[in-house]
């Protein structure tokens, strides 16, 4: 697995979800196995088979969690820069409106985007267009309505 770029606040909420599957979560998972067992014979207990499942899933997510944890790279907070990387806070303009539409995002890594909260991915299509670039310069992203064109208007 490669490198997992996250905010230290997202590796903190990675260790807390982990911690919770494992302390809340596993046991919970073999007692709802433990109880199924009890419904007699193993091969046609339904339950028993869903309760497996379950406990299957929840390793999976934690086996998942435990890799990414291991090849998490922090994102540096980052002070008055003049060129976007990850972890910069950046204020475009969209310049083919003809509203003046401004949007502030976070440039994160993949596992810890939302784009509800305006924190896109660095490998996203606006996200790889914006790194390296500076206040004031122009680029244009392929969006699924047709090209938009954009303006660095501000690295916050």
């Known amino acids: 697995m490669s490198e997992i770029f ?13 911690y919770n599957l494992k302390v809340n979560e596993r046991p919970a998972a073999a007692e709802r196995i ?32 435990e890799a990414k944890l291991r090849n998490v790279k922090i994102i540096e907070e980052k002070g008055k820069v003049d060129k976007i990387d990850i972890g910069s806070k950046v204020k475009v303009k969209v310049l083919d409106r003809e509203s003046d539409v401004e949007f502030e995002y976070t440039i994160v890594g993949t596992h810890e985007s939302n784009p509800m909260e305006n924190r896109i991915s660095n490998e996203s299509p606006l996200g790889k267009e914006m790194l390296g ?23 916050l």
């Open 133 to 155: 670039k500076r206040k004031g310069e122009e680029f244009t992203v392929k969006a699924p309505g047709g090209l938009i064109k954009y303006r660095i208007v501000k690295i």
């Open 6 to 18: 996250m905010t230290a606040e997202g590796k903190k909420q990675l260790e807390e979800t982990l």
């Open 34 to 65: 433990r109880v199924a067992r009890e419904f007699g014979d193993l091969s046609e207990n339904a339950e028993y088979d869903i309760a497996k499942d379950e406990q299957a899933k929840l390793e999976a997510e934690i086996a998942v969690i």
